[in-house]
């Protein structure tokens, strides 16, 4: 208090310019005082201002400064295995009656990515049927060949439409609502489904994904920006327990429930499961992302991960915004690969290889097949809507 006393009378000497004056009439001392108390209640007023810039910038500075998540943080420290053997071990293996492992082509493109998706589920013995859903007259019957010369079985599926004529959803977004048709797989008896995206290769067996008890599944998304480990889920990779009246709720929904929609049925699937979604380990989606976010946590999650999903680089596509306008043909796969490894500062250049790797093998073991489809087209005739599970085009 006393300091500020004297700083009051140093203010008062300094800037008032009649201090030398003597006043004229007799309230002019009330006058001066008055006035006096205006500049100090100025001075206060710039005093808590400054109180609170000061408090903010603090603040602000505990929370830039606070912990990281344990994921930005990671550390190596849980060696145990993901899934606990004793349990597993009493689970019976999943039967092709009873459980699918499901992928979408909207685009020819994709064919040679779901031909080696196919070979990496044959590496890991995964004992589950495949479906492979296309919208009849977008896909080729080329490709169609090719994406399922490996176990997939073409699934014809009726397109489901974005809600609000699209508006508000990416242009290469329109068909993804499709995806929801896993739910209509209950009307061919099947119990349980994980979706893979056809941008997705299999490294080891996920049988235990199917044993489940929840509805529905998925690993939190991961973002190399700002955005980093998201609360969000990624749909790469789903599990789900599929049921006609869950697809029925979720379109009926989908037209009156607030999202952004841009990411369209993944924006939709994190708004309908929010709080009801099982989060999986990254293991069963691991995100090329993680890799470039935090390559300590990639070093352990290589060692478990199931499922590898090729986000930011798509080996099989030539183009670098992954747009996949021109397929690439089946002698150009490898070519591709190479001159894609720079990208990303060359990051992803041990994951572009494992493909590569998958994809010679498949096209070792499938190479008859896979360039009869490219010279006479289809090994069988065109799949009907009318088959639960279209016709079958095994090759082998
Ligand atoms: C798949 O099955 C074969 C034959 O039973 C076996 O030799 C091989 O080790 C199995 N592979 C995996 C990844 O389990």
Not at 50 to 63: D, T
Not at 253 to 259: D, E, I, N, P
Not at 323 to 348: C, H, I, W, Y
Not at 376 to 383: C, T, Y
Request: proline share 6%; with cysteine; glycine share 4%.
């Amino acid at each position: 208090m006393e300091s500020l006393a004297r700083f009051r009378d140093h203010f008062r000497s300094r800037f008032s310019r009649y201090q030398d004056y003597t006043p004229l009439w007799t309230d002019a001392a009330t006058l001066k005082q008055t006035s006096r108390r205006s500049v100090f209640r100025i001075l206060a007023a710039v005093l808590v201002v400054l109180g609170s810039v000061s408090f903010n910038i603090y603040m602000i500075h505990k929370l830039v400064k606070r912990w990281p998540t344990p994921l930005d943080n990671y550390q190596h420290l849980n060696t145990h295995p993901l899934v606990s053997e004793e349990f597993f071990s009493t689970v019976p293996s999943p039967s092709a009656q009873e459980n699918a492992v499901v992928t979408c082509m909207y685009t020819d493109s994709y064919a040679t990515a779901i031909a080696t998706l196919g070979h990496s589920l044959n590496r890991v013995n995964s004992t589950a049927a495949r479906l492979l859903f296309y919208l009849p007259g977008s896909i080729s019957e080329e490709a169609l060949c090719i994406a399922s010369a490996t176990g997939f079985k073409p699934h014809p599926v009726s397109r489901i439409a974005p809600p609000h004529n699209g508006e508000g959803t990416h242009e290469r977004f329109m068909d993804a609502y499709s995806k929801l048709n896993l739910w209509s797989l209950s009307d061919a008896r099947i119990k349980a489904v994980v979706h893979l995206d056809a941008d997705t290769l299999v490294l080891r067996n996920f049988d235990e994904l199917f044993a489940l008890p929840h509805n529905f599944g998925a690993v939190p998304d991961v973002y190399v920006g700002s955005h980093g480990f998201a609360l969000e889920f990624n749909t790469g990779v789903i599990f789900a327990r599929p049921d006609a009246s869950v697809l029925a709720d979720m379109r009926e929904k989908m037209q009156t429930a607030v999202y952004d929609a841009i990411q369209a049925d993944q924006a939709f699937l994190n708004q309908y499961f929010a709080a009801d979604a099982l989060r999986l380990p990254y293991a069963y989606n691991a995100n090329l992302a993680i890799k470039k976010r935090k390559p300590e946590m990639w070093a352990d999650l290589k060692h478990r991960a199931r499922i590898v999903h090729y986000t930011l680089v798509k080996p099989f596509l030539a183009e670098a915004d992954n747009s996949g306008k021109t397929p690439v043909p089946l002698d150009g796969l490898e070519q591709n690969v190479r001159n894609r490894m720079g990208e990303f500062d060359g990051a992803f250049g041990e994951e572009l290889l494992d493909w590569l790797e998958i994809w010679k093998e498949t096209y070792a073991q499938y190479g008859t097949v896979l360039t009869q489809c490219q010279r006479h087209g289809p090994l069988a005739p065109p799949v009907g809507e009318s088959h639960a599970f279209g016709t079958l085009l095994l090759p082998y």
